[in-house]
């Protein structure tokens, strides 16, 4: 197998953000040199202030709608805002993030013969008729919903991945990433993690859309992190090695539905919040659950090792340290 060369240049897209900056965290304790575009719509230079300063880190602030020039080893490409708050935000930007995102990175991947990564999501499943979800599942999305900027935008995506890989050649991998939490979520993102844990060392009402009775599987990011440069070091297919362009679901299997986890976090932050009942938002997916048969094959029996109770243990620390500065 080819060694690892600890002297890449990265390019992180959205490396700003909560998994972004953990990405760039593992990549510079390595000892990649990284650089981090980002255009700071939920991102934010906190979350890696620690590296500025370091001769291996560089932070640009760009817009990936617009190409990008530079020369790098390898591209991470997770600019696009997660949250079905953000994300619906601005719908129009967020498809054009997607889509264009895409043609700018790969066609500069293209240029230099890159390999890319495209951080995909669970959401292209849609409201999901097959559970767990494989990857041969080809979802159940509304086009024209409130989520339907980021679901289709990303599912337009892996479309240019797969054929800028079968058109150009280009080294592609395409992860499709499931519910992920933990340290620098953003506080006000709305999603469900983020929001009840905040709620709860607030002691405010824990707001539970529906009955919350529809499941997801929460991932610790430290694990996806891992499952990320696994899959970003597979050899290269054109070096006659193994490669594998993917897709590959990447998350924690582990389901458990939306009420368990409020329990859980009244629990453990030991709050006097009370449950309280709002509308379930248009279109949520009714149940979420990867298959990572996949990820185990090629990933090198990878799997998230990190239960639900200990890395809420770790982001509720995260969140009452955040809120008493
Ligand atoms: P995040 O919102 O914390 O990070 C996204 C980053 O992209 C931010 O720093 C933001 O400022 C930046 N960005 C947004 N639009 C941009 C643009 N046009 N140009 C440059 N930068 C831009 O979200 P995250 O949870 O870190 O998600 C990262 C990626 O992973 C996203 O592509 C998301 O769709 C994907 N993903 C995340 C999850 C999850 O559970 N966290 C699940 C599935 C997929
Ligand atoms: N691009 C970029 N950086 C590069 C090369 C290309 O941002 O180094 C962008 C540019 O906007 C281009 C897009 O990627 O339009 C797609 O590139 P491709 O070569 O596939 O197509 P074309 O240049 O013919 O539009
Ligand atoms: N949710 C909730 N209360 C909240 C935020 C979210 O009950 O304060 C629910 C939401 O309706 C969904 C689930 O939690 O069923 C996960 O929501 P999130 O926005 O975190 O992620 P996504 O829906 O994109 O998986």
């Given amino acids: 197998m080819r060694q690892y060369n600890p002297k890449k240049r990265i390019l992180v897209t959205g490396g700003a953000g909560f998994l972004g900056s953990h990405l760039i965290d593992r990549l510079i304790s390595r000892g990649d040199e990284v650089i981090c575009a980002d255009n700071f719509f939920t991102g934010s230079k906190a979350n890696v202030s620690h590296h500025i300063g370091n001769p291996n880190f560089e932070l640009i602030r760009h817009d990936v709608t617009f190409p990008l020039y530079l020369e790098v080893d390898q591209i991470y490409n997770l600019a696009c805002p997660a949250s079905p708050v953000h994300y619906q935000h601005d719908p129009v930007a967020t498809t054009k993030t997607s889509v264009h995102g ?39 999305v509304n086009t024209i919903g409130p989520r339907s900027c980021y679901d289709e ?61 529809q499941t997801r599987s929460f991932c610790y990011v430290d694990d996806l992190i891992e499952g990320f440069l696994r899959f970003m070091d597979l050899p290269c297919a054109d070096s006659g090695q193994p490669g594998y362009p993917g897709p590959i679901n990447l998350g924690n299997p582990m389901e458990f539905t939306i009420l368990q986890l409020a329990e859980n976090i009244i629990e453990l932050t030991g709050t006097k919040s009370k449950l309280v009942i709002k509308a379930l938002p248009i279109d949520d997916p009714m149940q979420r659950q990867p298959d990572i048969s996949r990820a185990r094959q090629y990933l090198g029996n990878w799997q998230p090792e990190t239960q639900l109770k200990q890395g809420l243990i770790k982001t509720i620390a995260y969140f009452d340290c955040l809120l008493t500065k």
Avoid at 110 to 135: C, L, M, N, W
Avoid at 163 to 181: E, G, M
């Fill in 102 to 140: 895409a043609i700018n990175m790969l066609g500069l991947a293209k240029r230099i013969k890159a390999r890319i990564f495209q951080a995909s999501t669970s959401e292209i499943y849609g409201d999901p008729a097959v559970h767990p979800q494989r990857e041969d599942y080809w979802g159940n």
């Fill in 153 to 213: 935008g990303k599912r337009c995506a892996e479309t240019l991945f797969f054929d800028y890989h079968k058109q150009h050649l280009v080294d592609i991998r395409v992860a499709r990433i499931f519910n992920t939490y933990g340290p620098r979520m953003h506080p006000n993102d709305g999603r469900v993690v983020s929001n009840f844990i905040v709620q709860a060392l607030k002691g405010e009402d824990i707001t539970l859309y529906g009955d919350g009775s």
